[in-house]
């Protein structure tokens, strides 16, 4: 099953755990996502891989009208009750894929996508795709986990990713993030890192794990290597991961 499959399957399952669920319903970075933004009551907003929907509703009071994307149906039905749910109706939701956007040139004055891109296996393409579908001067907003510079960690935590959820392509290095985005001609305006605690029995439950899978990502964290624990501070009691931790940054790119 390709990349792309996995992902339809395991949202297309789960599609409610993403509307309930904390890390994105609540995360102080949907709020600073918001504040740099500076979106204007005329702004046409794309928001790619819309998932549960919570950016597409917290941005459309702001802005004249929100498309909602994402790859999955079952996603974007979920997203559509809860955002009419709250009494928006300015948002439009299309099936589509983040790296072949469905739209013409310069249709958006504001993109974004939020704790999604770790999902595609052709970055560079969703970034040129956001550059096409922007307007002169329009902002890409980003916000998702990264990995470590560092290539042991960076190892590390992508594997525990995936592992966990096999639909996952890869956490990026912020190093990564600014090669490409000024590549493909955008300016990076501003970048805000920030640490990010994983609750480990419900980040295992939004994938319905199996227990057999469960227990050897408990094994394998337990088992690593001290140095690499104390940078993730990972939590552990009577043989059970408790917590750990990793890095999410968010850009502003300007076009």
């Known amino acids: 099953m390709d990349i792309k499959a996995r992902v339809q399957q395991q949202f297309g399952k789960n599609a409610e755990k993403y509307v309930s669920s904390p890390i994105h319903a ?11 933004s500076n979106a204007e ?7 790619i891989a819309t998932g549960g929907g919570h950016t597409a509703n917290v941005f459309s009071p702001l802005v004249k009208e929100v498309t ?13 009750r809860f ?31 939020r704790i999604a891109p770790h999902h595609f296996p052709d970055l560079q393409s969703f970034i040129s795709e956001s ?35 096999h639909s ?6 912020k190093s990564e993030w600014i090669t490409f985005l000024e590549e493909a001609g955008f300016r990076i305006e501003q970048i805000n890192v920030f640490k990010k605690t994983f609750t480990f029995d419900s980040w295992c439950e939004r994938m319905e794990m199996k227990k057999e899978e469960k227990d050897q990502l ?14 993730f501070s990972i939590m552990e009691k009577d043989g059970k991961v408790q917590e750990f931790s990793g890095e999410a940054i968010l850009i502003k790119a300007v076009k």
Not at 138 to 156: H, S
Request: proline fraction near 4%; glycine fraction near 6%.
């Open 26 to 36: 609540k995360g102080k970075d949907l709020a600073q996502m918001v504040e740099i």
């Open 41 to 47: 009551p005329q702004d046409r907003l794309l928001d």
């Open 68 to 80: 909602a994307l994402d790859l999955t149906s079952e996603i974007l039905e979920a997203a559509k």
């Open 83 to 113: 955002i009419e749910g709250n009494g928006y109706h300015n948002v439009s939701f299309v099936k589509g894929d983040a790296e072949k956007l469905p739209f013409p040139e310069e249709s958006f004055e504001v993109v974004t996508c």
């Open 131 to 165: 550059y096409r579908v922007l307007s002169q001067g329009g902002k890409l907003l980003i916000v998702d986990n990264t990995a470590p510079e560092n290539k042991e960690y960076d190892e590390f935590y992508n594997d525990i990713e995936k592992r966990r959820d």
């Open 168 to 173: 996952h392509y890869r956490a990026w290095k």
């Open 218 to 231: 408990i094994k394998k964290m337990i088992d690593s290597p001290s140095h690499v624990k104390k940078y």
